[in-house]
């Protein structure tokens, strides 16, 4: 339910960055173009997805209705089920994760045990990632045009991760080039300083984040935490931020994505969410426990003592993410996972600014 | 396998069913002092599977034909996958099965898997509509499907071989004998597909849908005298599937068994002073999915009399006591135990031009407590000449559903609190017959309260909850007429049915259900079924139409599946010498190659062909 955006970590002008300073302009020229065509058919895919939001639905599970939904802030307009596979329909069987890389966008379809591969710009699709190690995949990274794929493994007769690994995937021909053996239930992974971080969130037994150097695709560390690594960001100072839960005290650790240090760590008193978000400039923290929310600062020692807000009127909480562009904070209501979500936003002050309808079980927030 | 002869012989026509029976040596026509099902739910709707249709199509399972047949709508997982029926607009939980008189649903799940019971296993097909709980006890909503395998069969001998696309091949054997006062048939089948057929508007094959099944039918009886008689009846039934996956997925690993033993023994005693039948069975059904085993064993005694009074009014009376065990994983290491008493009453009384009838049922059920069941109904004569009769039917009635074990025993979800699900039904119906033509059209109404629903509680955690309360209501029509143009004998059937299924009040969960139609419940159905016989050869269409199915609560159409009709055909001829019989069968499934889903996201094949060679040593006449 965590969402990675490509992180800046080398200082260097990005892709990310590169992006961001070019979709003002095409805000702009979007918005012209909405006036221009404002007699356009709903129904028909827009061709123009450079700039917003993009809600990942995982669907009914075991019914192939994940979809994904496209907000686009400025315009005010949302698009249900931009994204088709093979079967025309919808995006698959429990959409969970996606990631852009170049001008592609890479869905990972949980349920479906692929990755399908859209058109960054028209979400049409270009094919899918296959490979018969490619069993509840979960969340992708990319470094140097290689994919690296989290991928939970098989379940043995009592419903046990047995096999859990990181799948390294060569995007120029889309094939598995190599298998890294993690610990199990892996979820979600991060790209911090030259090196990979794998959160093992399966189980309560494994509190491990794995390391994984790119350059020769190798595990060369499990760095052991107190509670289940549930979220990963990067501030500012280039330090991981891993949310680590607990039944009673999760904790928020700094690590030094170069010595795997654990610099700080603050007790947050509770258990929280499975979501870890970063604001715009990179310095605060956004967490929720119990259906509060609260931020934090990365210089703090301590844990916040009054909630930033609290919504109201969410069934069943289940994504959440921070727009990167503004700081407003997005919650997927799965309402009770069979029928279609809602979103709601709220300021980066906690106002409740919309609530619009998605897919079956929102559960993430990609944003471009 | 052990079936498979190499063996290119004959089966039963429509035809030659018809004239077989009337050489039936097996059961000798006797006065039975009882009344069916039929007489006893005056005011009921009933329908038959076409004899035709179940022998054609006999290596299918009943979750495959049926909708071909009456307006009922089944939720197919897959091809050849799990199969759970809708009727008048309820769940697949919401109808009760019976063989040969035992409910067979899943006391674990509560519905009945229709893809684990073979055609080929059943002598009779019976379907009543509606509210009938008085009747056929819990969860008789929808209506109930009445299966027998008594051993009706006439013949000898009889083998057969179908062979069909994507790798499917079925084979059976069955062969009856009496020797004395002791008679036998039996009956032997199997199933298998690779079942991977082109996915339509996909462009890949179906992954990981194989599928096999087999199974062994026997009725034995010992007839101390025309009126006593012991009666065994044992059906074993063994399913394995691997689990057929939504479109696209890959890796697809799960796979399920089936394993099911159906025991009962009656002793019959049909004289003058009535119909008595007391007896007993077991029943042993386990699911292994993935490995693990869940089993749930249950023991019957039951005792019943019919007994009809020179007056021409029939009573009964019944007694049916069930002990059951969940061995499941999930119900914690002691496996929890029930027992549900019934008692049944029955009146029918047949006046001048009015059959009635009053049935009344008692449930006594382990820690829940039932409501009695009344049913009321009558068949009234309006107008009757030789040349039409009209006939006006009405019924109403209280229904229950008894928990699931799932529902009572699931560790920290399941709750020993909830209360059954009640409903109450009622229809009329009118009935036009003219000559040849029968023409019908019936309206009804359910409203069902303490409906059980799994709702996501704390952390996504679900647990039972009688939270829904629903309103079926629709109309259901139909018409059929036969006629004999030369030698050609033409018959066709068409049925309807307009239902709306709404849900009244729900969890705040689950809110925007609320006035909504339930889900994979069209307010369309259709079926349709024509035939022409001319001498040794038959043809026949069969048409199946479902309108939209909408697969989330809200109705969202985004999710909605398309409406669709299916055509299947046959083509038949047969050969008779003698005492021997000869079918070739020629069957073109889906065969204008519609692109349809009975279930979201489960891939059903296009145009398929089969073919089925069977031969029967019939009895000599007598």
Redesign the interface.
Known sequence: MNIQYKTDSSGKPSFFNVTRNMRRIFAVLFVAATLWACNDDDDKPQGKYEHGAFVLNEG?F????G?ITYYNEQADTLQ??IFR????QYA??VVQSMIFHDDKAYIV?N????VEIANAETFERLGSI?D?Q??QPRYMEVVDNKGYLTVQG??D??YNLVDSYVLVIDLTNNTVIKKIATDEGIENIVYAGNKLFVGASGYASIHTVAVIDPSNNTLIDNIELDGVPVGMVVDNNNKLWVLANDDANAKLYRINPSSFEKEQTIDLGTSVDTDLAITPDKSGLIYSAFGSFYKISTAATTAPTAPLFTPEGI??QYGMNVDPDNGEIWIGDA??????GKVYIYTSDGKLKKTFTA??SPTNFVFR | MLLRLGIFLGCINLGFLAKAQSDSVVLKPVTVYGLPDEKYLAGGQFYALDSALRTQQESRHLGEILAFQFPVYFRNYGNGMLSGISMRGTSPSHVAVRWNGININSFSLGQADFSILPTIAFDDVKVHAGGGSARFGSGAFGGSVLLSSTGTTTNILSVSQEVGSFGRYFTSLKGSFRVGKFSSSSSLYRVQAKNDFPIPGYGERQPHAAYWQQGFVQHAQYSFSEARRITVDYWFNDSHKEIQPTIGNNNSSDEQDDRNHRVSVFYEQNTTRGLSKIGGGFVDDKIIYNGTLSEIVRWIASASHQYTFKNQWNISGSAEWNHIIGKVKEYGPTAPEEDRVDLAAAVQKTFKKVSASVNLRQPFITHVTAPLLPYIGADVVLFENSAQQWLLSVNGSKNFRAPTFNDRYWQEAGSRDLLPETSYAAEAGLGWRYHTWKINARGFYQHIDQWIQWIPMEQGIYRPRNVNQVRTDGIEAGIEDQINIGMVMLHAKLSYQFTQAITLETDDSDAAAVGKQLIYTPIHTGSGTASAVYKTWSANVYLQYSGKRFTESSNSSVYALDPFVLTDLSLNKSWTQNQHDFTLSFQVKNLFDKTYQLYAGRAMPGRNFNLKISYHLNRKKQ
């Open positions: 009914k075991m019914t192939g209705t979809t249900q089920n596979n093979a079967a025309g698959g069987d379809v349920g479906n045990n692929k296959t018969d490619i069993i098989p379940y007769d009592n069934e069943a309402i009770n996972y069979a029928t279609e897919g079956i």
